[in-house]
């Protein structure tokens, strides 16, 4: 089961601001309902078909030990991207239009958030 308890200590240790350690305890609690008792690493996958859109859409996906990987059901699918989304708000502006944001998560409650932006267009 995740370490909820550690999550804002191993946010500090990554220096993720305040509004990082929030949502991601806040989506770690519901995750946690639908995850394996042995698990190696999660994935929450959020995309958006164009920068700043409000509909996405999530993939919930768990590392067992054995290095399989499987979808899995948090407690209320549409709460983890509502409050990874909501991120958006606190970034600067140039970095608020990005396509897929990645959650991964380990047993110990550490954590990644990592973007990815639309390829720029070329210059005419």
């Known amino acids: 089961m995740l370490c909820l308890a550690l999550a804002p200590l191993a946010a500090a240790a990554q220096k993720a ?4 350690i929030d949502a991601v305890s806040s989506a770690a609690e519901c995750l946690a309902v639908g995850l394996p008792a ?3 690493e999660l994935q929450v996958i959020i995309t958006v078909r164009k920068p700043l859109a409000d509909d996405v859409g999530v993939l919930y996906m768990v590392t067992l030990p054995d290095g399989q990987v499987e979808p899995f059901t948090p407690c209320d699918p549409r709460l983890p991207p509502v409050k990874l989304v909501g991120l958006r708000d606190n970034q600067p502006e140039k970095d608020r239009g990005w396509i897929k944001m990645i959650l991964t998560m380990r047993p110990d409650a ?13 210059k005419k």
């Open 110 to 122: 550490g954590f990644n958030i990592k973007y990815e932006y639309p390829e720029p267009e070329p």
């Open 38 to 40: 042995k698990w190696k």
């Open 17 to 20: 601001d305040a509004a990082q």
